[in-house]
T-cell receptor, first 115, second 111 residues
Framework: DTGVSQDPRHKITKRGQNVTFRCDPI?????LYWYRQTLGQGPEFLTY????????KSRLLSDRFSAERPKGSFSTLEIQRTEQGDSAMYLC?????????????FGPGTRLTVL | AQSVTQLGSHVSVSEGALVLLRCNYS??????LFWYVQYPNQGLQLLLK??????LVKGINGFEAEFKKSETSFHLTKPSAHMSDAAEYFC?????????FGSGTRLSIRP
């Protein structure tokens, strides 16, 4: 399978704990995106990378959130001091920029539950 | 600013009936539009996209959508619904580089 993969698929944690999610994009895709999806809503943009550079962060990404893409390949999203409001599906997508727009391919997501 | 409105959070049709999911967009520039499908506990799969050119766009699984600039619409249709079409459908507009999604329409298929 050469699609976008995410790990873990499910994470249950207690309030106040730190969690880290990993995303492996489609090989050779130069852009990587993180979105958050809460129940009954569409995904909302969090941040994106072009190669290893983080180029944009949403206001949704509080100081407790940090994302990295150290070698321009996989990415990690860390949430520190989790809160119940962080419970959501975290989706990763990747794309290859070849023109005025690109097609984003999504992974299966990591579902976070904060107790 | 770009935005998307999906009319109807839940649509139910009989198997074999026409599927019509409505989407209206707002964009200050020529839009790039998408429909994605999401099955339970899975990520999003691209159904089809409109960038430029032909306004009737055909996608996977027999779905198609028509871009109507005058109506600022991008409705999704399928002539004959199948049980496997039951899922959540998201209309989206690109606000380069990110995508702005609608709130989704859950499609149910009655036997």
């Amino acid at each position: 399978d050469t699609g976008v993969s995410q790990d873990p698929r499910h994470k249950i944690t207690k309030r106040g704990q730190n969690v880290t999610f990993r995303c492996d994009p489609i090989s050779e895709h130069n852009r990587l995106y993180w979105y958050r999806q809460t129940l009954g809503q569409g995904p909302e943009f969090l941040t994106y990378f072009q190669n290893e550079a983080q180029l944009e962060k949403s206001r949704l990404l509080s100081d407790r959130f940090s994302a990295e893409r150290p070698k321009g390949s996989f990415s990690t999203l860390e949430i520190q001091r989790t809160e119940q409001g962080d419970s959501a599906m975290y989706l990763c997508a990747s794309s290859l920029v070849q023109g005025p727009t690109d097609t984003q391919y999504f992974g299966p997501g990591t579902r976070l539950t904060v107790l | 600013a770009q935005s998307v409105t999906q009319l109807g959070s839940h649509v139910s049709v009989s198997e074999g009936a026409l599927v019509l999911l409505r989407c209206n967009y707002s964009s200050s520039v020529p839009p790039y539009l998408f429909w994605y499908v999401q099955y339970p506990n899975q990520g999003l799969q691209l159904l089809l996209k409109y960038t430029t050119g032909a306004t009737l766009v055909k996608g996977i699984n027999g779905f198609e959508a028509e871009f109507k600039k005058s109506e600022t619409s991008f409705h999704l249709t399928k002539p004959s619904a199948h049980m496997s079409d039951a899922a959540e459908y998201f209309c989206a507009v690109t606000f380069t580089p990110k995508i702005i999604f609608g709130s989704g329409t859950r499609l149910s298929i009655r036997p």
